[in-house]
């Protein structure tokens, strides 16, 4: 097998001509649109929009991190949610540190600890008014609970369909312990009613924008570093391993360290989307941990092409698009039109959106040849 990485730029001067293009869109179109053109006008994008395209944009993420692990190493992870919500809890205990005593009780711990009769803050919101500390614990909480988890895992060569079915046991299990009120993490409300975000108001058009430029910012950094990573010879080894995992032990590679490393990346990732999203979304409760939400990731990932990385960014902004229409305009037919989607895409799009439009765009070429 040839486990030689390719030589050349990471993209072509049409795949950088697209980035550029696209942080056009973020930097400058998108905050004219919304900020400085007026509510009347027929271009003005409102707020609404802007967030729901930041959110969007955070589940591409948590979709590439899917593609990853599942599309160019062949582990299907059904827990990716719940590194989405560590994350995000993450973030959420440092907003609800940020509104002080702006809450209901008028007092400095959140609302539901005043309600629980808390006295003093749990152990493990210590440091949780810190920003640098918080924004380290999106980083190493999902990591450190991803490489603990997969390093046992991968050691006792768990895959295939028990690793599925464990991965989705760990984050109902995490759901259930979110759940109970005495974890100090609000139980089935968990955090909302956030007011600021370094000391600057979190409602404003203009900190809606900025956070959507982020998210779109993270989102093709992401990307690059992804693609970087497919066509190094790192990647090739996580393809070989995918299409035959006993051929690359017997060539000398060790394929724990490999699939432990992008397992944990992809978890890290997933963790960074739940930051993001959490204050554009304004609440992160145990709902995230649903089996369902982490399901949601494959199938977006399925729908827009595994093994593509343009696939699910594609296919989470399809499936979210689709949903988020459905839901206004036909509310009762939208988990119909979700499964009627899964299967067309199971039984006759095994490659997804974007491989159907190369097997069309290639059969244009051929015709035109």
């Known amino acids: 097998m040839d486990l030689q990485p390719r030589r050349g730029l990471l993209l072509g001067a049409k795949g950088w001509s697209v980035v550029f293009a696209l942080l056009a869109v973020l930097v400058l179109v998108v905050p004219v649109l919304n900020l400085v053109l007026p509510a009347d006008h027929p271009l003005h994008l409102s707020e609404f929009y802007v967030t729901l395209a930041g959110k969007i944009m955070c589940y591409a993420i948590c979709a590439l991190a899917m ?11 059904l827990g990716h949610g719940l590194f989405f919500a560590l994350g995000g809890y993450a973030m959420g205990m440092y907003l609800m540190r940020q509104i002080g005593a702006e809450g209901q009780y008028k007092m400095d711990m959140p609302d539901f600890m005043v309600f629980l009769n808390w006295k003093e803050f749990p152990w493990h919101w210590t440091f949780s008014d810190s920003f640098v500390f918080q924004a380290a614990m999106v980083l190493l909480v999902p990591g450190l609970l991803a490489f603990v988890f997969g390093y046992f895992a991968f050691r006792s060569r768990i895959k295939g369909v028990y690793f599925s079915i464990i991965t989705q046991a760990m984050t109902f299990a995490a759901m259930l312990l979110f759940f109970r009120n005495e974890t100090g993490f609000g139980g089935n409300n968990g955090f909302t009613d956030f007011k600021r975000v370094l000391d600057l108001p979190i409602a404003t058009p203009q900190m809606r924008v900025t956070l959507f430029v982020l998210t779109g910012l993270v989102l093709i950094g992401f990307w690059l570093m992804a693609r970087a990573i497919v066509h190094s ?4 080894v996580l393809q070989a391993i995918r299409d035959a995992e006993s051929r690359v032990m017997f060539t000398g590679y060790d394929p724990l360290a490999y699939k432990l490393s992008i397992w944990t990346l992809s978890a890290v990732m997933c963790g960074v989307a739940g930051a993001l999203y959490v204050p554009q979304v304004g609440i992160i409760n145990p709902s995230e941990m649903s089996p369902a939400a ?7 990932t399925a729908v827009g092409g595994r093994a593509t990385l343009v696939g699910p960014v594609v296919g989470a902004l399809f499936v979210n698009g689709a949903k988020s229409w459905f839901t206004q305009v036909f509310p009762e037919f939208w988990l119909y039109f979700l499964g009627a989607l899964f299967i067309a895409v199971t039984l006759w799009l095994p490659d997804g959106i974007v491989g159907l439009a190369r097997r069309l765009f290639g059969k244009k070429k051929e015709a035109r040849a």
């Open 67 to 77: 593609d990853l692990i599942w599309g160019y190493t062949g582990i299907l992870s």
């Open 233 to 236: 010879k790192y990647g090739r």
């Open 294 to 300: 982490s399901i949601e990731i494959a199938i977006w």
